[in-house]
Each structure stands twice: as structure tokens, then as C-alpha cells.
């Protein structure tokens, strides 16, 4: 089967994480001998270099001070082929820093998380061109961009296809006022039940994907952690059980589940095709112990959908 490629931006957050790898027990207090690693991430950096990693053609648009990490960041993704000329310099600003220390078994022990940046967006940042959105078949948000930047950008190109993550319970709300124009929404239990005020414990699963369909978006997938996701449109409303996979490291899962979820439209995929390579591209990222897997490619998801039809 020929791969499909599309255009897609992605508007989200990329970071630098600095993460510290102790060589035995860690002590609070204490200074501890380890390994300190730089490691791209962000969630929506994460996105891009999934798809970029799936084929697709990939603009990143996030936004960086005038310092070391954004050069870091910038040639990661030269690498991957992403392109980052659209992003936003923030004079006097300090690019998105996640700082986390491990415990030996490679579980966070603390972080911080320094995302000011995002923060002091507002939408005359974006008062300019953007040639990627305007030749692009998705345009990706997640909800690290403030609440007005979210509404300035859905309003200015309305005609796009618009797809969310929702990023954090918290951060969630941010997107309210965008889900009647959204084609695809990504969303986890606990961030549905906070912008549906549906509980969880009773296991209403298909009366909160009828909430956001009610709502106007097309498209739902609210995945369930080890439970797997259930998803809709006007249509149906299905539920999948997740893909075996032996468990390493689960942050980043979300975000290749989504890549794994837009691929799944480029291809022209039936609904629940598309879930199903969600589910594969999140089985394969937990088994990395890295945020994207350097095992996401477009032939070992054909192969893995193969594998699942029989």
C-alpha cells in the first residue's frame, strides 16, 4: 500500500527536557552521582516528530527566547525534517524547560516545569503569515497556548481541519469555545469528565463522546489509559481494548496515539482503522523509553493493522 502524505501544522509546546539519572538509591538532600540528559520534548513537538516519523510534511509552530534551547530544539528538528520558521521568538523570554530527577527505577521522583513562556502568548504574537496553515490539510492545537490564542487561530482559518489535544484537566477548559469547529478531539478520561462534569466512576464513556458530539465536534477519541479508547461521530460510538505491550515509560503516549489517530485520516482509514493505529502508535511509545519511539514508522503501523485484522 502506498503511504499517503499530507501537510499538517501543529501549534503546541516544545521543550527541553532535562532529565537527571541517578546511578543508585536517590537521596533528598543529598548530591547524587547520575547521568543528566538534554531530551527533546513538549507535547506539541512530540506530535510533529511522530507524524514527521509517519511521512507527513511538518511545520511546528511554538514559541522560544533567544537562548541555547531553542537552537537545541531547532536542530533536532532540522534533523526529522520539520520545519520551524514560523515559530514565535518572545524577546526576553526563556524557552519552556522540564526539569525532572528520576529514581532508579526510572519513576519521577520531582520536576519542575517551567512553561512561562506559553503563558505571556497573546494573539498579536500571531498577527502574521503563515504559509504552512494556509497549504495545510490539518492544522493541530493543544492546550500549553492560552485560551485566546486557541479562539484567534480557529477564527482566522476557518475553513481548516482543526484537531485537538487537550493536554491536562486543567489546561482543558482552554479549548471549550473551539469545539463546535473541530474535526478531530483528543481527550483522556480524567480531562472528559472535567469538561463534561460526566463521572467517570460510572462508566459513562459513550455519554460523554455524545457530550463533545453535541458540542459539534466531528470526531472523538477519549482514550482510557490501560482500559484503551473509546471514540465516535454521528455515526458510531465504538470501544477498543489497548494494544498488549510491555510498559517502559508512559509519558508521550497521548500525543503518539493522536499522530497515530491523524495518519489514520490520511490514509482514508474507516473509523475504526484510524483508532486501531492510534492504539498501535501508543503501544509502541510505551515500550520506548523515550517520549517518541524510534519505532513509529508508517510501515510498521500497516503491518501492525494488518496483524490485528486477523
Do not use: C
Not at 491523524?262 to 510505551?286: C, N, R
Amino acid at each position: 500500500m502506498d503511504i499517503k502524505r499530507a501537510s499538517v501544522t501543529v501549534f503546541g509546546a516544545a521543550n527541553t527536557d532535562m532529565v537527571g539519572f541517578p546511578d543508585d538509591r536517590l537521596v533528598f538532600n543529598d548530591s547524587n552521582k547520575g547521568v543528566i540528559k538534554l531530551l527533546p520534548g513538549g507535547v506539541g513537538r512530540n506530535i510533529a516528530e511522530n507524524l514527521a516519523r509517519l511521512g507527513q510534511r511538518v511545520s511546528l509552530v511554538s514559541a522560544f527566547g533567544e537562548d541555547f534551547f531553542r537552537r537545541f530544539l531547532y536542530d533536532h528538528a532540522k534533523e526529522l525534517g520539520i520545519r520551524m520558521d514560523e515559530s514565535i521568538i518572545v524577546p526576553g523570554a526563556s524557552s519552556a524547560v522540564f526539569s525532572a530527577v528520576l529514581n532508579r527505577n526510572n519513576d519521577l521522583a520531582v520536576a519542575i516545569a517551567d512553561m512561562q513562556i506559553y503563558d505571556k502568548l497573546s494573539p498579536t504574537a500571531f498577527q502574521k503569515d503563515f504559509p504552512s496553515v494556509e497549504a495545510a490539510d490539518y492544522v493541530v492545537l493543544e492546550t500549553n497556548f492560552p485560551a485566546s490564542v486557541l479562539d484567534y487561530l480557529v477564527n482566522r482559518f476557518p475553513e481548516k481541519r482543526w484537531v485537538l489535544d487537550t493536554v491536562s484537566g486543567d489546561k482543558a477548559k482552554r479549548a471549550q469555545s473551539i469545539f463546535g469547529q473541530l474535526f478531530v478531539l483528543k481527550t483522556n478520561l480524567l480531562e472528559a469528565e472535567v469538561l463534561t462534569g460526566i463521572s467517570a466512576r460510572e462508566s459513562r464513556y459513550e455519554d460523554m463522546v455524545k457530550y463533545f458530539l453535541d458540542e459539534g465536534v466531528r470526531n472523538v477519541f477519549i482514550t482510557l489509559g490501560k482500559e484503551g479508547v473509546i471514540y465516535g461521530n454521528r455515526e458510531q460510538i465504538h470501544y477498543l481494548p489497548p494494544v498488549p505491550a510491555k510498559v517502559l515509560n508512559t509519558i508521550g503516549a497521548g500525543d503518539a496515539f493522536l499522530s497515530g489517530v491523524i495518519f489514520g485520516f490520511i490514509q482514508d482509514f474507516p473509523l475504526d482503522k484510524i483508532a486501531q493505529s492510534g492504539l498501535i502508535s501508543a503501544g509502541l511509545t510505551v515500550q520506548s523509553e523515550r517520549v517518541v519511539s524510534d519505532e513509529i514508522a508508517p510501515e510498521v503501523i500497516l503491518e501492525k493493522l494488518k496483524d490485528h485484522a486477523h
